[in-house]
């Protein structure tokens, strides 16, 4: 007489049996998964990760193979309550998993940006705009609208507080946030609390532009420095070129002889003082040059090989001095 298997029994059988199958196949899907998550792909691709992007969004713009799947991966290893915001450029060769630990470390890829000595405010937006990272006309307003800078005159004219440095910076950064990131830095190199004169600082800003434009050589700033001065203070005026190249975006390979005379408060042919805005943003060496001039009686420079400059104290050697590097 055969036994007859109870009901519990076979219930029991058949979820241990549903349980093998769903289990092996859980073990192949994340096997197999496993495989294409540590497996190397070429990629070129850009993915901005804010708070409404989802992992399944962010495998399909990775091309992944079994998007579901995957997301369950990712939840089980435990990453995908950690990744952080930010605009992500994924170009070369790296797994997923590669690719997701830049997500929990939040290492998105930033832009340099280098603002070499003497760029104008013009140059560096124009560099910024190549990089994509600023709309100029959002930019021109951003920076309109600002008015808190310690430093900034009535005019608020902002030439000349873009101080030369390296900067890294995002797309998403924006252009509130780049200003602000470049005005911060000057600030650290030129705290408020260091130079309450702000008159003062300024016209020494000024200087200190013209000095960048005009002395290639840091050896030779605090004497450029001092000649500039020392015509100021004998009331002349200081006849320096790159006031006039300033009116012409420093495009002009060779100034004329007329154009030293255009009527504009920044020629200083015509004018005699400092121009009422600085020309370029200029260097720690020649804002330092301004600041603590050479003590000379040099009134006149004339550059000559290797951007090297003669000095001279009397007209007639300046004019010598002109001959003979015009004779060689």
Excluded at 102 to 131: H, N
Excluded at 241 to 269: G, H, M
Aim: with cysteine; glycine share 4%.
């Amino acid at each position: 007489m055969k036994k007859k298997i109870s009901a519990g029994k076979i219930f029991i059988f058949f979820m241990i049996t549903i349980l093998l199958v769903v289990g092996t196949a859980v073990f192949y899907l994340f096997n197999i998964n496993n495989k294409f998550y540590f497996e190397k792909k070429q990629y070129n691709i850009t993915i901005d990760i804010n708070k409404n992007t989802t992992i399944s969004s962010i495998l399909k713009q990775l091309d992944s193979n079994n998007v579901k799947v995957m997301r369950y991966l990712i939840k089980y290893k435990k990453i995908d309550n950690k990744i952080k915001a930010g605009v992500y450029y994924i170009n070369g060769n790296y797994t997923l998993n590669e690719i997701f630990l830049k997500f929990v470390k939040g290492d998105y890829e930033k832009i340099k940006v280098l603002i070499p000595e003497g760029f104008t405010l013009k140059q560096i937006k124009e560099r910024l705009v190549a990089l994509g990272l600023i709309n100029e006309e959002k930019f021109d307003e951003v920076l309109a609208a600002k008015k808190d800078f310690y430093y900034l005159p009535s005019s608020g004219n902002y030439e000349g507080f873009f101080f030369p440095d390296t900067y890294f910076f995002t797309k998403r950064d924006g252009e509130e946030e780049i200003i602000n990131r470049i005005l911060k830095r000057f600030i650290e190199k030129y705290p408020v609390e260091k130079y309450k004169d702000k008159n003062d600082f300024y016209q020494k800003l000024i200087l200190a532009s013209i000095i960048e434009k005009e002395g290639y050589h840091q050896d030779e700033k605090p004497i450029i420095a001092s000649v500039f001065l020392n015509r100021i203070a004998k009331n002349m005026r200081l006849q320096s070129c790159a006031t006039v190249e300033y009116l012409f975006d420093y495009k002009k390979q060779r100034l004329l002889e007329k154009d030293l005379w255009i009527e504009s408060p920044y020629n200083t042919y015509r004018n005699k003082g400092l121009p009422p805005a600085p020309i370029s943003n200029p260097g720690e060496k020649s804002i330092e040059a301004a600041m603590y001039p050479a003590k000379t009686n040099y009134l006149y420079f004339v550059a000559g090989d290797n951007h090297r400059h003669t000095f001279s104290e009397e007209y007639k050697d300046h004019l010598k001095a002109k001959a003979d590097l015009y004779s060689e």
